[in-house]
């Protein structure tokens, strides 16, 4: 039972929730000025988890014959038959009913809010499909993770900061965009749409450039409407700082570095501007 529960955190790589969850104590910190109570924090953390095992699982899912196919995700559970499709549906839906759970426990509004927040991230699975803006989906539906937690803890919608969710938005679609790159020859032979697979790589990497100066721009926007402090600017110019080396070591014509680029970058962004963000409103 361990070994098969390893095998499905693997297959989500669950180490990865590092880049949302950040953002949703993020808004909660912000919605609360400060510390959120115990209770309501660790309805967020199972909030989270649970929506995003939920996503990745179902992603697992639906694209496990493209899987089959991509010499660089044929090794994954699914395809590999390390793990059965019975089993990848019913953590699917454990994980949908602890999302669920966890925002009955929280208030009404994240309970309202929870069935629209779920429907983006898993119909994100289905847009490399159809559209080549799939990169803004994923965005769009990471960029509920600040706005939830801020509801989770004030129960209401006045005063968000929606610049942050932007923010959010915009270096998704950024790094998602990049990341693509690996998978750019096989999309187009498969039918898939992708920023890179529509335009090429350089083009993409351009694309990507922009959406991350935009980010930049929003986050620092952020800490302007919410009155944080010269903490969260240093946490800012680290951000800014991580940006530039993701496309300092990666670019269209070597790909070898995107995994620190895409990885250990992005975590690091994410939880540098929580911690600056939770330092500015408590020091």
């Known amino acids: 039972m361990l070994a098969k529960i390893a095998i499905l955190l ?3 790589k669950f180490e990865h929730t590092v880049f949302a969850l950040p953002f949703a104590f993020m808004g909660a910190f912000l919605g609360k000025r400060g510390i959120p109570e115990a209770a309501t924090f660790g309805w967020v953390v199972l909030a ?6 939920c996503a990745m699982g179902f992603n697992r899912i639906v694209d496990r014959k493209f899987d089959q196919k991509n010499p660089r995700t044929a090794d994954r559970a699914l395809p590999a038959a390390t793990v059965k499709l019975w089993e990848a549906w019913l953590m699917v839906v454990l994980a949908a009913a602890l999302f669920f759970f966890a925002c009955y426990n929280l208030n009404l509004l994240t309970l309202q809010l929870a069935p629209l927040a779920l429907f983006l991230t898993l119909f994100y699975s289905y847009t490399k499909r159809f559209t080549w803006l799939c990169h803004v989906v994923l965005g769009i539906a990471l960029a509920f993770s600040p706005l939830g937690g801020w509801v989770a803890v004030t129960g209401s919608l006045v005063g968000f900061p929606y610049m942050l969710s932007l923010a959010v938005l915009f270096w998704v679609a950024g790094f998602d965009t990049v990341y693509a790159c690996l998978d750019a020859d096989f999309d187009r032979r498969e039918g898939l749409q992708s920023l890179p697979a529509r335009f090429g790589r350089q083009a993409a990497f351009r694309i990507a450039v ?3 100066v935009i980010a930049f721009a929003l ?11 010269s903490i969260y600017y240093l946490g800012i110019a680290f951000t800014g700082g991580a940006l530039f080396y993701q496309h300092l070591v990666v670019n269209p014509r070597d790909l070898s570095r995107i995994q620190l680029s895409f990885f250990s970058m992005n975590g690091l962004i994410s939880l540098t501007l929580f911690v600056a963000t939770w330092l500015s409103l408590v020091l």
């Open 10 to 12: 693997e297959m989500i």
């Open 48 to 53: 989270m988890v649970g929506a995003r095992t």
């Open 210 to 212: 922009l959406f991350h």
């Open 219 to 229: 986050f620092v926007i952020t800490g302007i409407a919410t009155d944080l402090g």
